[in-house]
């Protein structure tokens, strides 16, 4: 059977102490099928954020030690940092890539959220898809006032308490919010006009908060340098609003301007069947399978080598 | 430093017997960093064609133990079958798929030549990029007249003497045939009319033997039962002739009789480069990096990783 795939994406509250960054990501780097991609420290932000794909036990024990160095060398009661947090492990997504299902990654969050409460005394919230309360699918929510407000709220506010290990925060380390969602991908179009109402139009026309694609976020901007203006965009689920249809709403509505796409930009990383199904339904390829690519089916059979 | 990535499909003048095949196949299944695919046996051609992926050394070891066991189980002066012929392992074409570039290719297929020969005592030819006579860059000027002839020719006249081992053939295993190649795309466009003529009008304008793209091979024909008709390709060199290029001049072609594209077939295996390539000029994605792909990414580091 082939390997269980995830990313995951921890941000964790130190973005200044080299010493501390180095520790937080050592096991990352030193646990076998866990693959550290990136990880950048944000000193205004004060903020690590880690990108990781691997196998999800590998995943797993990887964080919990990184867990307990960070929550033994971060205290929040002394954090400031210019991003919103609650925790010296903050949130915790986990992510489908491959021969894994979305319900598997909730079950994944909330099997990985027992066992890291019990390893680090840290308390867990958990968001998104596994979200245990229905307003909790939203990190803001969570998040509200931040460590300042929670941490008196956690204990005192019932609506406030964590999901695991409550009520009331770790004493230093505060709580980790711990969730599944969708890959993310980041997709700007950009158009071959100045006038930046164009942009913000289409961008209207194809986001969710406008009525448009229920899974695309979006903002319409100009590229003052270049002369052009841009549709930038979130993909929140590349499955349900491919690319290639936002891509293609966003030309034909362009055109009532007279105004042609420039290009394209996928902005960091994205997973190879976002890609390739737009690619299929260019090329109009019938019955394409992703195991067809060389690449893909040697991954998979590496995957198996070492069971 | 990634590592190197090839194909190789090495040809066996064995077709029928089971366990014969199995003893061949097996150390491809036990070598570590080599990855068999696939392999078939064919009866009729009384051959054994087997799909290799990985490290150019892992391959390499594969091989030679592999064809040990041809020669001693394979006598060519009793051999029959199907499809043409020199030795009991008859072909050997190493093809760069990552990180590896064809001269580096066919400086490999030189050096596991020299190995083979040795390891083996079974002359070889080298052909393809791989070729050292101009002539014998085409596998049919290598093996006209097969085993039966070449086993006499090889030794009286110089034009067929091998590369290396000669004159003369192996007495029971004859030779082999070991070079470079890039990878082939086998590509189909069906093509909505019964007018068989149209599929080969355009087979014509797109194939390199008809003047079309230098690396298109292509034939015109009718899909009886479907009431289609098909532009049957292989592309040779899709660095060069880019499916989506062939696939866009296919439509152009065929718009003048008023015939659209019904589906496009990729059959077989297809490197990710050909395909992202036509996913990014159809997107129009700028800069965009492989190394985005996250299953890609990974491959790379897992390459990395027992170095």
């Given at each position: 059977?082939?390997?269980?795939?995830?990313?995951?994406?921890?941000?964790?509250?130190?973005?200044?102490?080299?010493?501390?960054?180095?520790?937080?990501?050592?096991?990352?780097?030193?646990?076998?099928?866990?693959?550290?991609?990136?990880?950048?420290?944000?000193?205004?932000?004060?903020?690590?954020?880690?990108?990781?794909?691997?196998?999800?036990?590998?995943?797993?024990?990887?964080?919990?030690?990184?867990?307990?160095?960070?929550?033994?060398?971060?205290?929040?009661?002394?954090?400031?940092?210019?991003?919103p947090r609650i925790g010296a492990v903050d949130v915790i997504p986990f992510t489908p890539i491959s021969n894994i299902t979305m319900e598997e990654c909730v079950t994944l969050s909330h099997d990985f959220g027992r066992r890291?409460?019990?390893?680090?005394?840290?308390?867990?919230?958990?968001?998104?898809?596994?979200?245990?309360?229905?307003?909790?699918?939203?990190?803001?929510?969570?998040?509200?006032?931040?460590?300042?407000?929670?941490?008196?709220?956690?204990?005192?506010?019932?609506?406030?308490?964590?999901?695991?290990?409550?009520?009331?925060?770790?004493?230093?380390?505060?709580?980790?919010?711990?969730?599944?969602?969708?890959?993310?991908?980041?997709?700007?179009?950009?158009?071959?006009?100045?006038?930046?109402?164009?942009?913000?139009?289409?961008?209207?026309?194809?986001?969710?908060?406008?009525?448009?694609?229920?899974?695309?976020?979006?903002?319409?901007?100009?590229?003052?340098?270049?002369?052009?203006?841009q549709v930038s965009m979130n993909i929140v689920d590349y499955e349900k609003n491919a690319l290639y249809r936002v891509l293609e709403t966003i030309r034909?509505?362009?055109?009532?301007?007279?105004?042609?796409?420039?290009?394209?930009?996928?902005?960091?990383?994205?997973?190879?069947?976002?890609?390739?199904?737009?690619?299929?339904?260019?090329?109009?390829?019938?019955?394409?399978?992703?195991?067809?690519?060389?690449?893909?089916?040697?991954?998979?059979?590496?995957?198996?080598?070492?069971?």
């Open positions: 059977m082939a390997k269980r795939l995830i990313e995951c994406v921890p941000n964790f509250s130190e973005g200044r102490r080299k010493d501390v960054i180095e520790s937080i990501v050592a096991p990352f780097k030193a646990t076998k099928g866990c693959y550290l991609f990136d990880y950048r420290a944000d000193e205004d932000h004060n903020r690590l954020v880690v990108s990781l794909v691997g196998e999800p036990e590998a995943i797993g024990d990887a964080l919990v030690e990184a867990a307990l160095t960070a929550r033994d060398a971060i205290d929040m009661n002394a954090h400031q940092g210019g991003h890291y409460q019990a390893e680090t005394a840290i308390p867990v919230y958990f968001y998104e898809e596994a979200a245990l309360r229905p307003e909790r699918q939203r990190l803001e929510v969570i998040r509200k006032g931040q460590y300042e407000v929670l941490k008196d709220e956690a204990r005192t506010n019932p609506d406030r308490h964590p999901d695991l290990g409550g009520p009331g925060l770790h004493p230093t380390a505060g709580a980790t919010v711990i969730g599944a969602r969708k890959f993310l991908v980041a997709f700007n179009v950009n158009l071959a006009t100045k006038d930046v109402n164009v942009a913000k139009e289409i961008a209207n026309a194809v986001r969710a908060s406008k009525g448009g694609f229920c899974h695309v976020k979006g903002i319409g901007l100009a590229l003052e340098e270049r002369g052009l203006v034909m509505e362009a055109a009532r301007w007279g105004v042609s796409v420039v290009e394209t930009e996928i902005y960091g990383m994205v997973p190879a069947a976002a890609v390739l199904d737009s690619a299929a339904y260019y090329m109009q390829v019938a019955g394409f399978d992703p195991k067809q690519v060389i690449e893909l089916k040697l991954l998979e059979m590496m995957g198996d080598d070492d069971r």
